[in-house]
């Protein structure tokens, strides 16, 4: 047998990716050992069924969270950050953070330590989940949520500290701001660079995954300077980058009569609350969305909620690096060592994983098979207690049965 390998890059960038693959995890806190069994031996599954046991994927486990903690006293070890540095890709379960005090967010420190500046996030229908939705046939986008910047950068000053103290007298009396007496002061920067390259990833997906278009969402007629700008600057690496695949809206319309050219990208913007209007009335108009951070968030937990839930929600942070394969939802620290609680989001964020591998049809199985096994009936409590005639099953019984799917 060939020996386990790392993931290389050729001279384009591109990965190459040996037979015999290493793979970092990060198991997670509360439910994430419980679902971390279910993927692992899904994606396993998966591999050996698509390539005849030619392919392997060969664990490596990296200790962070509240097992990193009681290991060696680091929530989140340089060393653990050099690891996925080192071999590229990862995969994690959901890891705890404190609310209000004490270690900042480990999944935001991860992003930005290594600058995973994209996070990708595909929403697509899985029947026959329950849905809020008359039509969630019709929803298939992926967000791409810009990482690193916007409010989540951390800039913040709390109500009568030394620090807001300063900043406030500088705004007031230097710049002419008309600020409320003791206000708590965050800072909110997007850059054009940041922008860009944001931007051009999502349209690369798009080209690549043949989707017709990709939408700008962002506040920018009131934030004009952050967010408008963010809306300026897709538009400019969308002509600067990619000007023989994309068209803008105002182009569709005014040149092409409403019709999208063969092999074109439509590329548009729209304002955030019209956004949250339009993919619930016109889902299927939309297939890629760029965003700033804090849209982000938003916009792809309720577009999660439309196909029931973050249960069913993958996501990856990737950067032009490594990637960062991920649960999107919390711990549900009330289940842990339950063998209860879904593992579709770590399944799910499995097959992207393999799918940036370039083992799409490894990918493609996990996605057909977990479908199948939904279908079936057997399902994990939040499903079961909606879906009629269903049979509640373990976390790990639901994975067992998706493999089964598989033969």
């Known amino acids: 047998m060939d020996q386990p390998g790392k993931i290389t890059k050729d001279s384009n960038g591109e990965l190459i990716v040996p037979d015999h693959v290493i793979i970092p995890f990060i198991e997670g806190d509360g439910t994430g050992p419980d679902i971390w069994r279910a993927t692992q031996d899904v994606i396993d599954g998966a591999v050996s069924t698509a390539y005849d046991g030619e392919r392997k994927i060969f ?4 200790f ?44 935001v420190t991860i992003r930005q330590k290594l600058d995973l500046f994209a996070c990708i996030r595909p929403v697509r229908y899985i029947d026959p989940v329950p849905s809020p939705m008359k039509h969630p046939q019709k929803i298939n986008m992926v967000i791409f949520r810009e990482n690193t910047e916007d409010v989540y950068a951390g800039i913040e000053y709390a109500s009568g500290s030394e620090e807001v103290k300063k900043v406030s007298a500088f705004l007031k ?27 051009a990833k999502a349209i690369e997906y798009a080209i690549e995954n043949d989707c017709p278009s990709v939408t700008l969402m962002h506040k920018g007629n009131i934030m004009k300077f952050t967010e408008g700008a963010f809306r300026n600057w ?47 009335l016109r889902p299927d108009e939309f297939h890629v969305i760029a965003t700033p951070n804090l849209n982000g968030d ?42 209860k609680v879904n593992p579709s989001s770590l399944i799910l964020s499995g097959a992207m994983m393999l ?47 998706i493999v089964g799917h598989m033969k």
């Open 173 to 199: 009396d230097q710049m002419g701001a008309n600020l409320p007496d003791n206000a708590g002061i965050g800072i909110k920067p997007i850059s054009p660079q940041n922008t860009k390259r944001l931007v």
């Open 59 to 62: 664990w490596h486990e990296l």
């Open 234 to 280: 897709g538009y400019e690496v969308a002509i600067e980058q990619f000007r023989d695949r994309v068209i803008t809206e105002d182009e569709l319309y005014d040149t092409h009569d409403g019709n999208l050219p063969e092999g074109k990208i439509v590329i548009k913007d729209r304002i955030a609350d019209m956004l949250f209007q339009q993919v619930l």
């Open 64 to 107: 962070v969270g509240e097992k990193g903690f009681k290991k060696n006293g680091q929530w989140l070890s340089e060393e653990a950050l050099n690891e996925i540095r080192e071999h590229m890709v990862a995969i994690k379960g959901p890891l705890t953070t404190p609310v209000g005090e004490g270690i900042r967010s480990l999944n």
């Open 298 to 339: 938003y916009i792809s937990d309720a577009l999660a909620a439309q196909i029931g839930g973050l249960g069913m929600a993958p996501g990856a942070n990737v950067s032009n690096d490594c990637a960062v394969f991920e649960a999107t939802h919390g711990t549900a620290p009330k289940y842990a060592g339950l063998d």
């Open 355 to 401: 799918d940036h591998l370039g083992w799409k049809v490894a990918a493609a199985l996990v996605r057909s098979s977990l479908q199948t096994a939904v279908k079936s009936g057997k399902v994990t409590y939040d499903l079961a207690r909606q879906i009629d005639g269903a049979k509640e099953v373990t976390c790990s019984a639901f994975g067992r049965a």
